[in-house]
């Protein structure tokens, strides 16, 4: 069902997201809430898949998209005014609820904004304050009714300050990333049975992919003087799709960017290694048991400060999650082409180091269930329906 299809006078829910994976996320959700609620409507901001299901985005999701603190700066001013759009819609269709995913740098500000309305507010996916510059926690109190988080010690961490805090199991877990065919994989692109792939994830983001992929491209020259065969796969959204191929045209092998979500996940299958940048990419790859190294690299003021304001001891999340340098990190000044080089290597050529962080993916995974083994996204959707059920609401 459409939004134009549904009865003007049922529930209008205001969504936001900010990035590809919010709008992943946002299309689940809405998916969801359909399932139990056919007469909802939608507005709001996302991209195509929350645009699949029946959301008018009030302007494009990727403007939304930018990284690092540096890195907005020339941006702020027509974030302001997309920020000022948002909250004139909201005062305008008066929704039932608004819920904001992700994208915490504009989500929050939007959430504030719209305080004086007294229209309910959720924020799905919990701004990483644990990690760094936790006193943040103390501007949250009034932002939204509720919070529902992905990851499970984030309930208890939110709610020791006064917030209410749901965890709904990790989205990752839908994600179909554990289900590709590898021969299918192989056969649609004509590659040997024996040639080992390379998965390079340099980010969803216009502002990330530029910085990774030229140092990805020097690795990738190292790498096939030891390894001639290898083939390198670049899964990234459509969005940033004609970006990287543009990048890598000049590269010694051309990888094979893939865009679709099943030809990712056969990819996955296929794979030996996978070279990636930290995010949600480390459980997806977890999920789909590829072994892999993380890697990252940001303006080296934006790393400067961040160095000063982290509290915790690695950036990958599945490491976060296994309390273990399971993966390599190879950050900043590690983000060499020959220090990646020698770790994807290793990765490809060592089956105990690669079948190590197998058995560590299995065991951090099955902490990222929902309450009572339920589907993330079924789980948010009744915390989102309960919240509608409320006086007021």
């Not at 701004?127 to 109190?141: D, S």
């Not at 094979?256 to 996940?265: A, F, L, R």
């Not at 950050?331 to 220090?339: F, S």
């Amino acid at each position: 069902m459409s939004a134009s299809d549904a009865r003007a006078d049922a529930p209008l829910i205001w969504i936001l997201a900010g990035e590809a994976s919010g709008d992943v996320l946002g299309a689940r959700l809405m998916a969801a809430l359909r399932l139990r609620r056919p007469d909802l409507r939608f507005a709001g901001v996302g991209g195509q898949r929350m645009q699949e299901q029946g959301l008018r985005s009030l302007f494009p999701m990727h403007e939304l998209a930018v990284m690092g603190l540096v890195e907005i700066l020339p941006r702020i001013r027509s974030l302001s005014r997309r920020l000022d759009d948002a909250v004139r819609d909201i005062e305008r269709t008066r929704p039932a609820l608004v819920v904001t995913i992700d994208s915490p740098g504009f989500a929050l500000r939007l959430l504030r904004r719209i305080a004086p309305l007294a229209i309910p507010r959720a924020h799905y996916v919990a701004p990483q304050v644990w990690a760094w510059r936790e006193h943040r926690v103390r501007e949250f109190p009034g932002l939204w009714e509720r919070l529902l988080v992905l990851l499970p010690f984030e309930e208890a961490f939110f709610r020791r300050h006064g917030l209410d805090a749901r965890f709904v199991g990790h989205p990752v877990l839908q994600s179909g990333a554990n289900t590709g065919d590898a021969a299918a994989f192989r056969k649609r692109h004509d590659l040997s049975h024996d040639a080992p792939i390379v998965i390079l994830m340099p980010g969803s983001r216009r502002s990330e992919a530029p910085r990774l992929l030229p140092v990805f491209g020097r690795m990738l020259s190292l790498l096939r003087q030891r390894i001639p065969n290898v083939v390198p796969v670049i899964p990234v959204s459509p969005v940033v799709a004609k970006t990287v191929l543009n990048a890598t045209a000049r590269w010694p092998t051309q990888p094979i960017i893939v865009t679709e979500v099943n030809d990712k996940h056969d990819a996955f299958a296929a794979a030996s290694a996978a070279l990636t940048k930290s995010g949600t990419s480390t459980l997806e790859l977890a999920l789909a048991g590829v072994p892999m190294a993380v890697t990252y690299r940001v303006n080296p003021l934006t790393a400067a400060i961040a160095r000063r304001l982290i509290r915790v001891p690695y950036v990958a999340m599945v490491n976060l999650l296994a309390e273990s340098g399971l993966v390599p990190e190879l950050l900043q000044g590690d983000c060499r082409p020959d220090v990646l080089a020698d770790a994807v290597e290793r990765l490809i050529t060592d089956r105990q180091t690669a079948e190590a962080q197998r058995a560590g993916f299995q065991t951090l995974l099955e902490g990222l269930r929902g309450p009572g083994g339920a589907i993330p996204a079924d789980a948010a959707a009744e915390e989102i329906l309960s919240m509608l059920d409320q006086p007021g609401a």
